[in-house]
């Protein structure tokens, strides 16, 4: 596997390359990310993973200094994934980062609301590295539903022969999404934080047979009696994000919670 550390580096690397399939990540890698990385091995060409933690997506109040980094171990599991190359940027890499603004209407909801930064640092650095790369191929996890659609908008959009393809959530044994802010977690946060893909569970399993408010509301309540400090809970349309209170097929139920100053987000797409 080969390990690159500079722009220049990955520019003479890409030279003598095939087409790419990138998977982009912040690292501290778990069974998540590695999914992506065999779902880009099923496609010709090289197979390459970027760890960066991106300093345009956090606000100043945000978590970026505590974001865990584990690229030591991270280096292992990818070797073990048949990851062809990883690309280390600099720390400046950002800098280089033209300021893109994302799709404005898919960007203001969920997330966006309280987090109206995130989108546009997730766009201009993606940006970045998609100009760099050009790559064939990019692979992104439905655990963020919405940046994979806002990605997609941008790519639709692009003038990039890049295509866009999304891989399923992987959750740990009791159900909660698989996630590097999980490490955040005390062991007793960590005990309570598996309720949370229970509780969005059952309200899905309720959908043919409860109101949409009712639903939503009881699931709220259940969140926070456990200590959740619920940031949105919604039920939307899976291509726009707008909230609806009929369902409909292909309904998308997402939540972000903060559980003891940790963000954690899940859903689950409704057929
Ligand atoms: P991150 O390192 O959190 O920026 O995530 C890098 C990529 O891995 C993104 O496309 C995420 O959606 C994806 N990812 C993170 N966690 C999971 C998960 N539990 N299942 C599937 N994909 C994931």
């Given amino acids: ?11 003479k690397f890409l030279q003598q390359s095939k087409e790419i399939n990138f998977v982009p990540t912040m690292g501290n890698l778990h069974a998540g990310h590695l999914s992506l990385v065999s779902e880009a091995n099923k496609y010709n060409g090289i197979t390459l993973v970027s760890i960066f933690v991106n300093p345009l997506q956090f606000a100043p109040n945000e978590d970026l200094d505590i974001y865990p980094r584990t690229e030591k171990k991270d280096l292992i599991k990818l070797e073990n994934a048949n990851c062809d190359a990883v690309f280390f940027p600099e720390p400046n890499f950002a800098e280089g980062a033209k300021k893109l603004y994302a799709n404005s209407e898919l960007s203001k909801k969920l997330c966006g609301i309280s987090r109206p930064h995130f989108f546009h640092g997730i766009i201009s650095i993606l940006n970045h590295f998609f100009q760099l790369i050009k790559p064939k191929n990019v692979f992104f996890g439905f655990k963020d539903y919405q940046q994979f659609l ?3 908008d941008f790519l639709d959009k692009s003038k990039l022969d890049t295509e866009i393809h999304g891989v399923p959530i992987v ?46 509301v009881e699931a709220i309540k259940k969140l926070e009696e456990l200590d959740f400090d619920v940031d949105y809970f919604s039920f939307c349309n899976s ?30 797409l409704i057929k």
């Avoid at 596997?1 to 520019?11: E, F, G």
């Avoid at 946060?189 to 409860?210: G, W």
């Avoid at 291509?239 to 689950?268: H, K, M, Q, S, Y």
């Fill in 1 to 11: 596997m080969q390990i690159i550390n500079s722009a220049k580096d990955l520019d």
């Fill in 150 to 152: 806002i990605v997609k």
């Fill in 171 to 216: 959750r740990e044994p009791d159900g909660l999404a698989m996630s590097s802010r999980n490490n955040l977690l005390n062991p007793d946060q960590r005990l309570i934080a598996s309720e949370l893909s229970v509780i969005l569970k059952n309200t899905a399993q309720q959908i043919h047979t409860r109101n949409l408010e009712y639903l939503k």
């Fill in 239 to 268: 291509n726009t994000l707008e909230e609806i209170d009929e369902f409909e097929p292909n309904t998308l139920l997402a939540v972000a919670v903060n559980l003891g100053g940790v963000r954690l987000i899940d859903n689950f």
